[in-house]
């Protein structure tokens, strides 16, 4: 994915600053540092070179670092994080750079320590259903090598192919079956971690629990801020028998967030609950020829795993519920080539809302499922307002929404536009109780939405983690947690108790 | 929770902070016998009781801390719903708050997950008396540290916990307890037979040559899983009320005298070589032993294989004085240090429980 930094259409700069003020370091001082624990090929000074970190999968925000080390061994990796402690210089950990909000977005003053070369996988085991490997691991890479054996890694973020385990740590990176399977941070059972001051820490372990405080659990989803991860042990699990997805259409979306009701209030848990409104499937009918039925209002996706026996009573059951919810038509997968072309389409939202648009903004409030139709009926009432289009996909199951807002960033006044609709969408999601971000992260991207969700007294504490993790401020400073001097000058207020400051103005 | 209990509380805190004292939020006492030390002024978190909010459809429940466990899996129960971690009570009136802050789990957690993997969300008071709410009611929630979680399972060290929103699920369609009769190491072996297969196991318990395992699913998978794992069908009464007392500690194993360990290891630990009585759950992962083996002796042998023990009851008064719990690594009890500082700046909350200086 880093080639998509270097595609050339100029440097946006969203208004941001970095918190932590540092004063500029003595980059040639930094530089000889970092060469003498680093081998010359795993520090990139030259300016052409650092071009390709200059952003993560936020290409909006763009900065260059000082440095960028890609340590191939943990001594380096703590090294690195010494010299850079002992010379006060900020460190931005990078795993694929794929990260949708910013999180691995450089500091101008600042190294960006890549774990791209830490990629070995360690050791896999059938019997413990466990696999050990280093952060630079892509996440696809960890199924196949668990494949031979049965088993598999369950969180599938759509970047799966590229994505590491290392930046999946830092996410809590979900994927379209996490509401069976659980997002990373219920499938990591240990981290090796070391410090800013170069202390490796065991954090888990391959035991099913650990003495002390879960540490494990503030370190999964920290982006960066609290150490930076050197090996990763994950749980992995037996492949299904089998597993079939249902289409179902729908000529209302109202129908459709019914269906997703019904079907959890009934006790099913499907392997995955996916919906798309029509905007979508129009897109992406157009670039994969799913043969999704394009006059529908929206489509769901059902899909049913386990043993045979288990996944014919399911799809029964959830067949039985969706014609009741009044859908215009049910098809079921007859083997494994239908079930794919089914999520083929779902999966190519993204490329296809690429080539519908010079631009997309990727938005991941998540919401109360049952307010799934509100939202949907709210964002095409903002759609019209902004003079964008949008189109919807959801992670219906667990109310995530990845609205894709499609703009035109040559064109100032359409990026604007973008941004506002993006604002107004996660302020809703806020007001209608859910978050900000459900698995994409805060990074730069949401900064001063997060002054609209928490409180200063919750912030306040955010730093009092930060800093019980990294005293001197130095990891990742700037993302993730606002400074609440920042809220302060956003003038942004905190929705308290999914209470708007106005409620009765209306927002729909 | 009202805004004159609120109140009340955070005065507590205030001054207890102010004059350097110590408090104990407590429930029930169903497991004040868990712990180093009980230090400081009794504060009953009983004040508030109830259900906040419960979504069926959305699969949450929030309750004030003071709500007992037993209420609330009754009305989960009526709505054919669970708290799949089958959280220990140890009490009739074990409540939420004290679940969360022990952070046990239960029989079914090989299956669906521990405790804190189910916890979605808190609201809390710190030891400066700031009211703080984190997570929420939705599955997937990124913003911000993962602080909910850390709460589970950190004995009232770190805050008083108000309410607490937990995720639900359907309780399965079907169970089915088989029994066979087989020997420590042939038990261990086949639990992770079927572990790394697709079958419906949601609990697995060996004691004095039985392997008790309980399948949980819909009725043609458990017929289909039956034939595999073979061995004697307990009838359904006699099951439930099994996992019940292996869940509670009712069961005869737990009744002796010697103290009790808890011992969670790695999934291929072999044979504890040990010296005691033992009870076997979660697939040889958690193993209860009876025994009155030196203390260092025994942790010395558990951390060799990757695992960590809990003097969980009993035990001669010198032992209490040693760490009930696993003592942690230097570099990682610093980052304790400064975690309950972060929470607790004043040391006002339940000092000592944890660690002698935590």
Known sequence: MQDVCRYDRGPIRLPYEPVHAVSAPDTPTLIAALSRVLPADCLITDSGLLRAYECDGLMLIREQPLAVALPTTEQQVIEVLRTCHALGVPVVPRGAGTGLSGGATPHRQGVVLSTARLNRIVSVDRLAQQAVVQPGVRNLAVSEAAAPHGLYYAPDPSSQIACSIGGNVAENSGGVHCLKYGLTVHNVLRVRMVSMTGEVMEIGSAAPDSPGYDLLAVTVGSEGLLGVVTEVTVKLVPRPRVARCVLAAFGDVRSAGQAVADIIAAGIIPAGLEMMDQGATVAVEDFVHAGYPLDAAAILLCEADGTEEEVQDEIARMRALLDAAGATEVRVSNDEAERLRFWAGRKAAFPAAGRMSPDYYCMDGTIPRRKLADMLEAMNAMS???????????????????????????????????????????????????????????????????????????????????????????????KAVPTLHRCAEMGRMHVHHGQLPHPDLPRF | MTTPLISALREQVLDAAAQGRALRPHGSGSKDFLGLHLAGSPLDMRGAQGVI?????????????????????????????????????????????????????????????????????????????????????????????????????????????????????????????????????????????????????????????????????????????????????????????????????????????????????????PHLPLDGDRLIEWNGMQRWLRSDADADALRHVVSAMGGHSTLFRGGRPFDRELDVFEPLAPEVMAVHRRLKLAFDPSGVFSPGRLYADL
């Not at chain 2, 957690?109 to 009211?131: E, H, K, P």
């Not at chain 2, 997937?140 to 399972?153: E, P, Y």
């Not at chain 2, 992770?192 to 039985?210: K, N, Y």
């Open chain 2, 53 to 269: 909010a419960y979504e069926p459809s959305e699969l949450y429940l929030t309750a004030h801390a003071g709500t007992r466990l037993a209420d609330i899996e009754a009305l989960l129960a009526c709505n054919g719903q669970m708290l799949a971690f089958e959280p220990p009570h140890f009490g009739a009136h074990a409540t939420l708050g004290g679940a969360l802050a022990s952070g046990l789990s239960g029989p079914r957690r090989i299956a669906s997950g521990s405790l804190r993997d189910f916890v979605l969300g808190v609201t809390v008071m710190d030891g400066q008396g700031r009211v703080l709410r984190f997570g929420g009611q939705v599955m997937k929630n990124v913003a911000g540290f993962d602080v909910s979680r850390l709460i589970a399972g950190s004995f009232g060290t770190l805050c008083l916990i108000l309410d607490v929103t937990l995720k639900v699920l359907p309780r399965p369609l079907a169970q089915q307890t088989h029994v066979l009769a087989l020997d420590e190491t042939a038990a261990l072996q086949r639990m992770r037979e079927w572990g790394a297969q697709p079958l419906p196991v949601s609990a697995t318990c060996w004691h004095d040559g039985l392997l008790s395992v309980r399948l949980s699913g819909a009725r043609p998978a458990l017929e289909a899983a039956a034939r595999l794992i073979g061995g004697e069908v307990l009838g359904d009464a006699a099951a439930d009320a099994f996992w019940q007392d292996v869940r509670e500690h009712r069961h005869a194993f737990f009744a002796g005298a010697a103290p009790l360990w808890r011992i969670a290891l790695p999934p291929l630990a």
């Open chain 1, 384 to 478: 019209v307002k902004y003079g964008l289009r949008c189109l919807n996909v959801f992670h219906a199951g667990d109310g995530n929404l990845h609205p894709l807002i499609l703009f035109d960033s040559n064109d100032p006044d359409s990026l604007h536009r973008a941004e506002a609709f993006g604002v107004e969408i996660l302020e809703l999601s806020i007001a209608l109780g859910g978050t900000i971000t459900g698995e994409h992260g805060v990074g730069l991207e949401k900064i001063d939405q997060m002054c609209m969700q928490f409180a200063a007294d919750e912030l306040d504490l955010f730093h009092r983690v930060k800093a019980a993790f990294d005293p001197a401020g130095l990891l990742n400073p700037g």
